[in-house]
């Protein structure tokens, strides 16, 4: 099992940038699977970037080329850097963890975009 913690949201400007970052407890944490998940207000939650073991990263449109996802297996750590940040972007966003003993999220933390 693995614990995660997510920190870095607060509230920004529109046209800003935050990072978001996943902090894991196992040192096996090179091995999993992780995406960034949000989930704004009365809507479903959604994933927002996904990488892989292998380092290969996946993006849903709305973000492609606004946020990178990116790992450091040295401090089991997992970064959604996210720029020209939105309304649009403002929700809880959570970290999940994949491996082939289950799936694990993270507490969430907020981002609001607003002026």
């Known amino acids: 099992q693995v614990e995660l913690v997510e920190s870095g949201g607060g509230l920004v400007q529109p046209g800003g940038s935050l990072r978001l970052s996943c902090a894991a407890s196992s040192s096996s944490f090179s091995n999993y699977k992780v995406g960034w998940y949000r989930q704004a207000p009365g809507k479903q939650r959604e994933l927002v970037a996904q990488i892989t073991s292998g380092g290969t990263a996946g993006y849903v449109d709305s973000v492609r080329g606004r946020f990178a996802i990116s790992r450091d297996n040295a401090k089991n750590t997992v970064d959604l850097q996210m720029n020209s940040l939105t309304p649009e972007d403002t929700a809880v966003y959570y970290c999940?963890?994949?491996?082939?003993?289950?799936?694990?999220w993270g507490q969430g933390t907020q981002v609001t975009v607003s002026s």
């Open positions: 999940n963890a994949i491996n082939f003993k289950g799936s694990y």
